[in-house]
């Protein structure tokens, strides 16, 4: 959770050797204690500098020692340099130069996932498949994800030019692009599902989410709904702000949303929701799993403890914990420093005290993370109780009121996925047969060459296998050649369609006239929703 602080300190000489700030603060004792750890620090930095058997750049070295310092403290304080903190900076404004691309590394080469409706080069008719093969003069290969975002990113109004290659075309083609201002959607869709029940995906928490929310509530009762799932699942979180302007569209004036406690002035806050707003008074479910982290946790977490919405998934990542960010040498870096913990209106806090230090940070923007470390039983955690006297836990994330976990995926559907291959073949599928529509459906010719297909990527697989797992496949199939034919929106009704999670959450809102009674149907799917 990031709360947005601009506190401007001296550069980073000043804070080694300056340290005025420091006198006074434990007393002689300490002070001396203090520049004789840091005389020490200084002598050693000198030696290196002199003596090494390799020339050293003492710039460098310093840097390491800070975030030795940090690594230390807690995995989500750090120290930011100039390219870290500009794409902090572009996640929590929500918007950068850019020429508005999803891409991902297939087969060592950046291919485009989706353009970006009504950007630049959604404009210029680059397609979900494409391979950008240079980026100016320089060849891709090999490049990562962030090294492609480095170079296509720019301040608008300059020109980049990419190399693309497309499936079923020969050669390559350049392609001129220039920047605009990008902005990041923290709706990506919503849409109405089921009887009058409205899906909103919220993917993130940057300056305009809230604003976000209240237009798709708004598009979504235009469209019939009067029920709302919001989906938090792989939510990373984001800023505080967002999290309370979210969560206060569902709650009375003047209700508490959350806490903070911090150890120096200012950093210990109660946020409550405004006075200015209507509550949102529809039956609502919120779906979270493991990837629900940070603002994501502090929404559930209200609305649970409110008796709001009833919560349906798997447990949630266990961050708990606000980081401020402090512009150091004339914000050209940043330290990022976790400030205060947060408690849910009930004063629960939901930190998973084991979280390893590589685990999910709510800026990050790698999908690699490792997986946190499970949850503590509930009769190991300290109870609390919503306004309505159901039990919820502290500690280890927000445990659902309904845990329902998404199936498992059998070992060629599972290849299939984790190796791309339903994205490839649809884009060469989309590209070779050009008056294919997905209304056709799949057919049997079209599953013959997707088993071709795979026999040429060599995968094994046995006999009788695509038909034992023709549900996963297909639906892998559906969604990619939706994502090709008609975007990113078209494929997650794809997902959705087959989603055991959002089903449930559509059983039991589908059968609740009123908030009251979802809790009711949440209490008597229970014992066999567990799974």
């Given at each position: 959770?990031?709360?947005?602080?601009?506190?401007?300190?001296?550069?980073?000489?000043?804070?080694?050797?300056?340290?005025?700030?420091?006198?006074?603060?434990?007393?002689?004792?300490?002070?001396?204690?203090?520049?004789?750890?840091?005389?020490?620090?200084?002598?050693?930095?000198?030696?290196?500098?002199?003596?090494?058997?390799?020339?050293?750049?003492?710039?460098?070295?310093?840097?390491?020692?800070?975030?030795?310092?940090?690594?230390?403290?807690?995995?989500?304080?750090?120290?930011?340099?100039?390219?870290?903190?500009?794409?902090?900076?572009?996640?929590?404004?929500?918007?950068?130069?850019?020429?508005?691309?999803?891409?991902?590394?297939?087969?060592?080469?950046?291919?485009?996932?989706?353009?970006?409706?009504?950007?630049?080069?959604?404009?210029?008719?680059?397609?979900?498949?494409?391979?950008?093969?240079?980026?100016?003069?320089?060849?891709?290969?090999?490049?990562?994800?962030?090294?492609?975002?480095?170079?296509?990113?720019?301040?608008?109004?300059?020109?980049?030019?990419?190399?693309?290659?497309?499936?079923?075309?020969?050669?390559?083609r350049d392609v001129t692009i220039e920047r605009k201002i990008i902005v990041t959607r923290n709706v990506p869709y919503a849409f109405v599902v089921?009887?009058?029940?409205?899906?909103?995906?919220?993917?993130?928490?940057?300056?305009?989410?809230?604003?976000?929310?209240?237009?798709?509530?708004?598009?979504?009762?235009?469209?019939?709904?009067?029920?709302?799932?919001?989906?938090?699942?792989?939510?990373?979180?984001?800023?505080?702000?967002?999290?309370?302007?979210?969560?206060?569209?569902?709650?009375?004036?003047?209700?508490?949303?959350?806490?903070?406690?911090?150890?120096?002035?200012?950093?210990?806050?109660?946020?409550?929701?405004?006075?200015?707003?209507?509550?949102?008074?529809?039956?609502?479910?919120?779906?979270?799993?493991?990837?629900?982290?940070?603002?994501?946790?502090?929404?559930?977490?209200?609305?649970?403890?409110?008796?709001?919405?009833?919560?349906?998934?798997?447990?949630?990542?266990?961050?708990?914990?606000?980081?401020?960010?402090?512009?150091?040498?004339?914000?050209?870096?940043?330290?990022?420093?976790?400030?205060?913990?947060?408690?849910?209106?009930?004063?629960?806090?939901?930190?998973?005290?084991?979280?390893?230090?590589?685990?999910?940070?709510?800026?990050?923007?790698?999908?690699?993370?490792?997986?946190?470390?499970?949850?503590?039983?509930?009769?190991?955690?300290?109870?609390?109780?919503?306004?309505?006297?159901?039990?919820?836990?502290?500690?280890?994330?927000?445990?659902?009121?309904?845990?329902?976990?998404?199936?498992?995926?059998?070992?060629?559907?599972?290849?299939?996925?984790?190796?791309?291959?339903?994205?490839?073949?649809?884009?060469?599928?989309?590209?070779?047969?050009?008056?294919?529509?997905?209304?056709?459906?799949?057919?049997?010719?079209?599953?013959?060459?997707?088993?071709?297909?795979?026999?040429?990527?060599?995968?094994?697989?046995?006999?009788?296998e695509l038909t034992r797992q023709r549900e996963p496949l297909d639906r892998a199939l559906r969604r990619e050649l939706a994502r090709h034919q008609?975007?990113?929106?078209?494929?997650?009704?794809?997902?959705?369609?087959?989603?055991?999670?959002?089903?449930?959450?559509?059983?039991?809102?589908?059968?609740?006239?009123?908030?009251?009674?979802?809790?009711?149907?949440?209490?008597?799917?229970?014992?066999?929703?567990?799974?």
């Amino acid at each position: 959770m990031i709360r947005r602080q601009h506190i401007i300190t001296g550069g980073l000489l000043a804070v080694l050797f300056g340290l005025g700030w420091w006198v006074g603060r434990g007393g002689a004792s300490g002070d001396a204690d203090l520049y004789r750890n840091l005389d020490a620090f200084v002598e050693v930095l000198h030696k290196v500098d002199q003596n090494y058997v390799d020339p050293v750049d003492p710039h460098r070295l310093i840097e390491g020692a800070i975030q030795g310092m940090l690594k230390d403290l807690d995995p989500y304080s750090q120290y930011l340099d100039s390219k870290a903190f500009q794409n902090l900076q572009a996640t929590t404004h929500g918007s950068f130069g850019g020429i508005g691309i999803v891409v991902s590394v297939r087969d060592n080469y950046p291919t485009v996932i989706s353009p970006i409706e009504g950007g630049p080069a959604w404009a210029l008719g680059l397609r979900s498949g494409d391979v950008i093969v240079r980026i100016g003069a320089r060849s891709t290969l090999g490049l990562t994800v962030e090294d492609v975002a480095d170079l296509l990113r720019g301040p608008a109004g300059t020109r980049v030019q990419i190399t693309v290659r497309r499936e079923g075309e020969r050669g390559e083609r350049d392609v001129t692009i220039e920047r605009k201002i990008i902005v990041t959607r923290n709706v990506p869709y919503a849409f109405v599902v089921g009887d009058h029940v409205g899906y909103l995906r919220l993917s993130s928490f940057s300056e305009t989410s809230g604003a976000e929310v209240r237009t798709a509530v708004a598009r979504l009762r235009a469209q019939g709904a009067h029920r709302l799932v919001l989906d938090l699942r792989s939510n990373p979180g984001g800023l505080l702000d967002q999290a309370v302007g979210v969560a206060e569209q569902f709650l009375k004036p003047n209700t508490l949303v959350v806490f903070t406690k911090g150890r120096v002035r200012g950093q210990s806050n109660r946020y409550v929701s405004s006075e200015k707003r209507p509550e949102l008074d529809w039956p609502l479910v919120v779906l979270v799993d493991r990837g629900s982290a940070s603002a994501s946790e502090i929404v559930a977490g209200a609305l649970q403890d409110l008796d709001r919405a009833l919560v349906i998934g798997e447990t949630s990542f266990g961050k708990g914990s606000v980081q401020s960010v402090f512009p150091l040498r004339g914000r050209s870096v940043a330290l990022k420093l976790t400030t205060a913990r947060y408690y849910t209106p009930s004063g629960r806090s939901i930190h998973r005290a084991a979280t390893p230090p590589a685990a999910l940070a709510e800026d990050d923007e790698s999908d690699d993370s490792e997986a946190p470390t499970p949850a503590a039983p509930d009769s190991a955690r300290q109870t609390y109780r919503t306004v309505g006297g159901r039990v919820v836990y502290g500690g280890g994330g927000i445990r659902p009121d309904v845990v329902v976990t998404p199936d498992s995926l059998p070992p060629l559907a599972a290849t299939v996925e984790s190796r791309g291959l339903a994205f490839r073949f649809a884009n060469r599928w989309v590209n070779t047969h050009p008056r294919w529509k997905p209304s056709a459906g799949l057919g049997d010719s079209l599953r013959r060459d997707f088993a071709s297909f795979l026999k040429a990527e060599k995968v094994t697989f046995g006999e009788g296998e695509l038909t034992r797992q023709r549900e996963p496949l297909d639906r892998a199939l559906r969604r990619e050649l939706a994502r090709h034919q008609l975007g990113d929106s078209a494929a997650a009704r794809v997902v959705l369609e087959d989603d055991p999670v959002l089903a449930r959450a559509l059983k039991i809102l589908g059968r609740s006239r009123t908030p009251r009674e979802v809790f009711a149907l949440g209490a008597a799917a229970r014992p066999t929703g567990a799974r």
